[in-house]
T-cell receptor, first 113, second 111 residues
Framework: DGGITQSPKYLFRKEGQNVTLSCEQN?????MYWYRQDPGQGLRLIYY???????QKGDIAEGYSVSREKKESFPLTVTSAQKNPTAFYLC????????????FGSGTQLSVL | QKEVEQDPGPLSVPEGAIVSLNCTYS??????FMWYRQYSRKGPELLMYTYSSGNKEDGRFTAQVDKSSKYISLFIRDSQPSDSATYLCAIQRGSNYKLTFGKGTLLTVNP
């Protein structure tokens, strides 16, 4: 079945630690995205990538980093510089172009110990 | 003024009721309008997609866009307990890859 796989489902971060969230898609989509969801805040864009080896900052990129070495993979690293990392993180992909129909993964809940 | 405003609810209705969910937006440049449904602790899924004023129907769901008023709506007929979820509106200008999401409305349909 085609889809987007996020792992792990739950993740805990210690003070000063970097953690990496995995996102893999087998939809053959060019574009991939990372969103952060906080209660009552809706979805906010962290980073997006339209093509392999290229990515752009979204609205709240500070404290996060990404890579896009393969078309199907777009991992997100939450660095120690992100002081309030507790949130639900969603990865999405789309075919690309102007019709932006997003397909989402099932999310990763990150909490701080 | 925020680009898109959505009443967060919560909204609670009895089974079989007609549900109306709404968003307003501020910039007439937005061309594409979407509704996503998100069950608790899951990823959103695309429910409706439209790019023109008027109505678009899909089963029990109708998406309505009024560009002159900058107002979009989602109607759910004969609501079911399985419709209980958060509904997110999303809008897009068209030439870039960024969607702007509303904060979502939490809907509960009671049996």
């Amino acid at each position: 079945d085609g889809g987007i796989t996020q792992s792990p489902k739950y993740l805990f971060r210690k003070e000063g630690q970097n953690v990496t969230l995995s996102c893999e898609q087998n939809l053959n989509h060019d574009a991939m995205y990372w969103y952060r969801q906080d209660p009552g805040q809706g979805l906010r864009l962290i980073y997006y990538s339209q093509i392999v080896n290229d990515f752009q900052k979204g609205d709240i990129a500070e404290g996060y980093s990404v890579s896009r070495e393969k078309k199907e993979s777009f991992p997100l690293t939450v660095t120690s510089a992100q002081k309030n990392p507790t949130a639900f993180y969603l990865c999405a992909s789309s075919i690309g172009g102007t019709n932006e129909k997003l397909f989402f993964g099932s999310g990763t809940q990150l909490s701080v110990l | 003024q925020k680009e898109v405003e959505q009443d967060p609810g919560p909204l609670s209705v009895p089974e079989g009721a007609i549900v109306s969910l709404n968003c307003t937006y501020s910039n007439s440049a937005f061309q594409y309008f979407m509704w996503y449904r998100q069950y608790s602790r899951k990823g959103p899924e695309l429910l409706m997609y439209t790019y023109s004023s008027g109505n678009k129907e899909d089963g029990r769901f109708t998406a309505q866009v009024d560009k002159s008023s900058k107002y979009i709506s989602l109607f759910i007929r004969d609501s079911q307990p399985s419709d209980s979820a958060t509904y997110l509106c999303a809008i897009q200008r068209g030439s870039n890859y960024k969607l702007t999401f509303g904060k979502g409305t939490l809907l509960t349909v009671n049996p």
